[in-house]
Nanobody
């Protein structure tokens, strides 16, 4: 089970940190990712982190502003979001995959989303 939290309303230029708590399975078996879906748009990959933290991937739109991290001992994955922009407004989802991938179809487990709203 994946539970995302930490969303909210923030002004442009502000920061938020999302958390994804994983229960029921060992976190270090999975690559973890954050996806987001804005109103009227398809869900898109934001960031991915490998099970051993050695590999990360970011969407071009968030590079240099967002950082994905994980603490396997705490079974938690984080997304630190800085310099937020109105176009970052979306529902953010965490997901787990048994293999490294940025493709939504490759993720077997999903949490409920958390809303992030960035005002201009």
């Amino acid at each position: 089970q994946l539970q995302a939290s930490g969303g909210g309303l923030v002004q442009a230029g502000g920061s938020l940190r999302l958390s994804c708590a994983v229960s029921g399975r060992p976190l270090d078996s999975y690559a973890m990712a954050w996806f987001r879906q804005a109103p009227g748009k398809e869900r898109e990959n934001v960031a991915v982190i490998s099970w051993n933290v050695l590999r990360t991937s970011y969407a071009d739109s968030v590079k240099g502003r967002f950082t994905i991290s994980r603490d396997n001992s705490e079974s938690t994955v984080y997304l630190q979001m800085n310099s937020l922009k109105p176009e970052d407004t979306a529902v953010y989802y965490c997901a787990a995959s048994t293999a490294w991938t940025i493709r939504e179809v490759g993720y077997q487990y999903w949490g409920r989303g958390t809303q992030v709203t960035v005002s201009s």
